[in-house]
């Protein structure tokens, strides 16, 4: 196998889409990850299923693999360095989601912060000559400056799964500062696309109108997100794996810079699916922002990111690939 790109995370929604991305491009991938239980690990082995497929198609069908293990496992990760020599590292495995952070604060800064400062010294230790961290628009809080840009200040978050992502954007300057290796931290704007966490409304509500079943809406629908199409984060992704060596360190964002509030959100998944929603109202919960919202300047400058899928074209695809599995 040729020297690989180790990816963790690679079983899970934007992981295995990044990891059929690499293999089509003719990379080698030893993908890592530990099946965390936050939804279902038969969902995760579907999404390897896939990406075996791709390797399967590819003239190497020998150029993926992936190791179930936890990459807060020091001496694990050691062994796996040293057996696949890895040329660089994308790094996507985390504990994601705000609600659920805000019940696991010690959890999510284990896995978040342990495992990036595991894999951040593992990467100098091999002499990997890259390393590109996902981190989350999360980090701007409830900004009052929108669109928001790489160079706002982000010094506070209100859920700890957003500071976590917030750390390791800092231990990652720091790995740069004393290594020299080209960091680069990715800030992902709400992924919505086939393989979507079980947890993320999209695909939630697409589940539940679909069958029927009442949906929650938190707050007055005025929420908005800068829902961005799992391709698009995916072709930013391997820019910034591409362009990381003349930057150094390097914050991107990686969104789509067209909001959609909840309540139009849900108008779309209507129009989809072809039913309308049972709605119950709620109060906004805890850790919820307002509203995200990327500012692109820099990651277009710097990457030609540009993000093609719209709103409607994206659930849409989303909704077509969601239909065969519901039956
Ligand atoms: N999906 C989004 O909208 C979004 C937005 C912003 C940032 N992100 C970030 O993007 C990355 C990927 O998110 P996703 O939506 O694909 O989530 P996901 O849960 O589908 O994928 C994450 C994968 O990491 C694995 N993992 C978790 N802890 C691990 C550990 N200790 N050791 C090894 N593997 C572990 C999980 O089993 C899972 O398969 C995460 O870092 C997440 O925080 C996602």
Redesign the pocket.
Same mark, same amino acid.
């Given at each position: 196998m040729a020297q690989p790109i180790l990816l963790? *995370?690679a079983? %899970? +929604? #934007? %992981?295995s889409h990044v990891a059929q991305a690499l293999l089509a491009r003719g990379e080698s991938v030893v993908g890592? !990850?530990? +099946? !965390?239980p936050?939804y279902d690990a038969a969902l &995760?082995h579907a999404n390897l299923d896939e990406v075996r497929a791709t390797a399967q198609a590819t003239a190497t069908p020998d150029s993926f693999e992936c190791v179930a293990a !936890? #990459? /807060?496992d020091a001496a694990a990760m050691h062994t796996l360095f040293e057996r696949t020599r890895p040329k660089g590292v994308i790094h @996507?495995?985390? &504990?994601?989601g705000v609600r659920p952070s805000i019940a696991d604060p010690v959890g999510y800064a284990h896995?978040n912060i342990t *495992?990036t400062a595991v894999m951040l010294d593992l990467a100098r230790r091999a002499g990997c000559d890259r390393i590109v961290v996902?981190s989350?628009?999360s980090v701007y809080g409830n900004s009052p400056t929108a669109p928001f840009s790489e160079t706002q200040d982000v010094n506070a978050p209100i859920s700890p799964y957003a500071a976590t &992502?917030r750390a390791c954007e800092l231990i990652g300057h720091t790995h740069f500062h004393l290594t020299g290796m080209p960091t680069a931290m990715l800030r992902?704007f /709400?992924?919505f696309g086939p393989r979507q966490?079980p947890d @993320?409304a999209i695909n939630l509500f697409l589940t539940r109108i679909a069958k029927g079943e009442p949906i929650r809406m938190f707050g007055d629908g005025s929420m908005s997100r800068d829902f961005t199409f799992v391709a698009d984060i995916v072709s930013g992704v391997l820019a910034a794996y591409d362009h990381i060596p003349a930057h150094g360190y390097r914050i991107w964002n990686l969104g789509h810079n067209h909001p959609v509030s909840l309540a139009d959100m849900i108008a779309t998944i209507e129009t989809a699916v072809g039913k309308k929603a049972i709605i119950q109202r709620e109060p906004m919960q805890p850790g919820d922002v307002q509203r995200t919202w990327a500012d692109l300047t820099r990651s277009q400058a710097e990457l030609g990111y540009s993000p093609s899928t719209s709103f409607e074209e994206g659930v849409a695809k989303h909704w077509a690939w969601l239909k065969s599995r519901l039956g």
């Open positions: 963790t *995370g079983a %899970g +929604f #934007i %992981g890592v !990850d530990n +099946f !965390d936050f &995760k !936890d #990459i /807060t @996507l495995a985390a &504990k994601a896995a *495992g996902a989350s628009s &992502k992902f /709400t992924v966490r @993320l």
